[in-house]
């Protein structure tokens, strides 16, 4: 609905007008003070205080994360070369593990059996994005993973689920989700 209407004030107003769906951003400053944020954020704070992450559903889910740098050099590459009336996935068009991420982070970790809540696996399809813009994702996952490693104190006061959150989120869910 917010697309349909950004492109219509578009059309009507004669501006050009492009949205992009960001996939899983992550890095420095992704930092969620008031409210738990996505994966990443998560486990970053979980990493810094020591603590036990959570996983709901299973490790093996995998998600597209794009380092935060690659999400500014897209916005500026959608302003230059971006076609009017355009919609651009913006990841990295790969997907990695929440295994393979606590993995890099050497995190501790508890699952929590959950299933059919989240999907098992999502990536972005950057097809549209490389050909109308002639872009790339730079930053592999492993170097943004380490470099977010480096400026872990980043972390401190962000906000994180821990298991007692959790358990009265998805207590309604139990009965018709744990497997």
């Given at each position: 609905m917010a697309e349909?209407?950004?492109f219509h004030w578009g059309q009507l107003y004669g501006f050009k007008a492009i949205s992009l769906r960001i996939f899983n951003a992550y890095g420095p400053r992704s930092v969620s003070s008031n409210f738990p944020g996505n994966e990443f954020t998560q486990l970053m704070s979980h990493k810094f205080n020591n603590s036990k992450a959570i996983i709901l559903g299973s490790e093996s889910q995998e998600r597209d994360f794009i380092f935060c740098t690659d999400v500014a050099n897209a916005f500026l590459t959608a302003a230059e070369e971006g076609s009017s009336q355009a919609l651009y996935n913006i990841g990295s068009g790969k997907s990695f593990s929440l295994y393979?991420?606590?993995?890099?982070?050497?995190?501790?970790?508890?699952?929590?059996?959950?299933?059919?809540?989240?999907?098992?696996?999502?990536?972005a399809d950057i097809s549209k994005f490389q050909f109308d813009c002639n872009?790339?994702?730079?930053?592999?996952?492993?170097?943004?993973?380490?470099?977010?490693?480096?400026?872990?104190?980043?972390?401190?006061?962000?906000?994180?689920?821990?298991?007692?959150?959790?358990e009265k989120l998805i207590h309604p869910l139990r009965k018709k989700c744990l497997t």
């Open positions: 349909q209407s950004i393979q991420l606590c993995t890099l982070l050497k995190l501790k970790r508890e699952v929590l059996p959950v299933k059919n809540i989240w999907p098992q696996k999502s990536w872009w790339q994702p730079r930053v592999p996952f492993e170097s943004g993973i380490q470099f977010s490693l480096d400026v872990l104190p980043a972390w401190k006061d962000s906000k994180r689920w821990e298991i007692n959150d959790l």
